[in-house]
């Protein structure tokens, strides 16, 4: 017999990303085999997820976040009522995308002000939901700038708003890029001064500035660099806002090993560098969090 030459290309597969047990020939989930969950759930097909290991997951990312550095869901990931409760209970807030999450969001008891409403494309119930919920509204352009400053003659209190910055640089090696060049996402950073100050001649509550380069990085030197020039764009841009800049969203961009050859993020480097960035921040900038 003959054995076929081995693939030169082949890659080593990535760790395991399954935290769930296997015990006799059956997956368990929260402690549960399977087999179980789908007699409760009487032949229906269903999702299972475990609680406690998402709480795992958030304690361990948190350990190694600099102090103060708050942490937040984007319900994205997964608008389930039940997982956004659970998530909003281990979080510091949530990031929502449509006027059908912001009701989730709502509903778990998130205080407004810590929800984000972001994203391209927002319709006019999206605006007019957020407006009067008081969330956050994260402006992706200037005419959605105009249309929230429309919406504010109506409104009981000032719309709150911050800026999603499109950056002059990209998150390098990211699975999605979300800036340098023409992006869907926020407003050119050349463009934001502009914006800022027409901000500043409307009934609006500026809080703070979105600016997020890339995500499903597996580089620590990329996210690195991504962090250091994102803090360096927001205090270029912070001395152009109307009133002191309350917070600066850097989003994620934290990758996970999905693909052969893939191996976990090393946190350390990012994250002692981003601690480093963090008191530059507050140093320049005392009202942010």
Do not use: C
Not at 73 to 86: D, G, I, L, Q, S
């Amino acid at each position: 017999m003959t054995q076929a030459p081995a693939d030169k290309r082949a890659k080593p597969a990535h760790p395991p990303q399954t935290r769930f047990p296997v015990v006799d020939n059956t997956l368990q989930v929260g402690g549960e085999p399977v087999t179980a969950l789908a007699e409760r759930a009487d032949g229906r097909a269903f999702y299972a997820y475990d609680g406690a290991l998402m709480r795992e997951r958030v304690a361990a990312l948190r350990a190694v976040l600099p102090a103060g550095v708050e942490l937040h869901y984007a319900m994205k990931a997964n608008p389930m009522p039940a997982v956004v409760n659970h998530m909003a209970s281990l979080t510091d807030g949530l990031d929502v995308a449509s006027a059908r999450e912001l009701a989730i969001a709502l509903a778990s008891g998130t205080d407004p002000l810590d929800i984000s409403f972001a994203g391209p494309g927002k319709s006019d119930e999206d605006l007019a939901a957020a407006v009067a919920a008081g969330v956050i509204i994260i402006l992706e352009s200037p005419t959605e700038l105009e249309r929230v400053a429309a919406l504010a003659a109506h409104a009981a209190v000032d719309p709150r708003v911050a800026v999603r910055v499109n950056p002059d640089f990209e998150l390098k090696a990211s699975g999605m890029k979300m800036g340098g060049g023409p992006k869907p996402f926020g407003i050119d950073a050349e463009q934001v001064p502009d914006v800022l100050a027409r901000i500043g001649d409307l009934p609006l509550e500026f809080r703070g500035l979105h600016i997020f380069s890339g995500s499903q990085n597996l580089r620590p030197e990329a996210l690195v660099e991504a962090h250091d020039r994102t803090v360096e764009l927001a205090l270029r841009l912070a001395a152009a806002a109307p009133v002191p800049v309350r917070w600066v969203n850097i989003g994620g961009g934290l990758g996970v090993p999905y693909f052969p050859g893939e191996q976990p993020l090393d946190l350390g480097p990012v994250m002692a560098n981003l601690a480093r960035r963090v008191e530059e921040l507050r140093a320049a900038l005392p009202s942010a969090a």
